[in-house]
């Protein structure tokens, strides 16, 4: 059974590179943040002879228009691969971006959403503001229990949950290939 990844890859191969890409590892990394995808190069030392390989960010799945991002993703790095494949620069060249271009591939990609911050704190000697991703056990205000209490935890200092904030679901975008001036605008 060809695995949806499988079915994808051959619809890109035939529409953009005339179907002269050779049959590919495709993954999906769960730990993989800083970027949607990654290409890694196989060797061809006829020694230690290993193929290429792609791996695909799965937080894609949970952003809106999922389906359409790993589309996408997948694309971009099967561009890198096409070059690879062709022994051209597999970077971000610009006969890389001129493919980019032919394939319609997005600007930019989104990054996994850091959790925002949910929770605010605050010291009640010095009124600080604390800002956490997640509920905070007992921590007490670090410069106020050093000015006041010899570096000691002092409960008199120990944070309270002021604010809860409700979070959005709104997905950061970068310019992966682009460089970074532009980050945070959305693509024309
Ligand atoms: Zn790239
Ligand atoms: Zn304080």
Redesign the pocket.
């Known amino acids: 059974m060809k695995t949806s990844f499988e079915i994808l890859f051959e619809e890109l191969n035939q529409t953009y590179f005339s179907g002269d890409l050779p049959r590919i590892g495709i993954t999906w990394n769960s730990r993989l943040r800083s970027s949607a995808g990654r290409f890694f190069p196989g060797s061809r030392k006829w020694i230690r002879d290993y193929p290429p390989r792609i791996e695909v960010a799965s937080y894609l799945l949970g952003e809106t228009e999922a389906e359409k991002l790993v589309r996408d993703t997948l694309a971009h790095e099967m561009i890198h691969y096409w070059l690879w494949h062709r022994k051209r620069p597999y970077g971000h060249t610009p006969e890389f971006h001129a493919k980019l271009k032919e394939v319609g591939g997005p600007r930019y990609n989104p990054v996994p959403k850091q959790r925002p911050h949910k929770y605010i704190y605050r010291?009640p000697?010095?009124s600080?503001e604390f800002k956490a991703r997640r509920r905070l056990k007992s921590l007490a205000?670090l410069?106020?229990c050093k000015q006041h209490a010899g570096g000691k935890f002092d409960a008199r200092?120990k944070l309270y949950l002021e604010t809860e904030i409700e979070t959005s679901r709104k997905p950061l975008l970068e310019t992966p290939c682009l460089g970074t001036s532009e980050s945070g605008k959305k693509a024309t």
């Open positions: 010291c000697g010095c600080k205000c410069s106020c200092f």
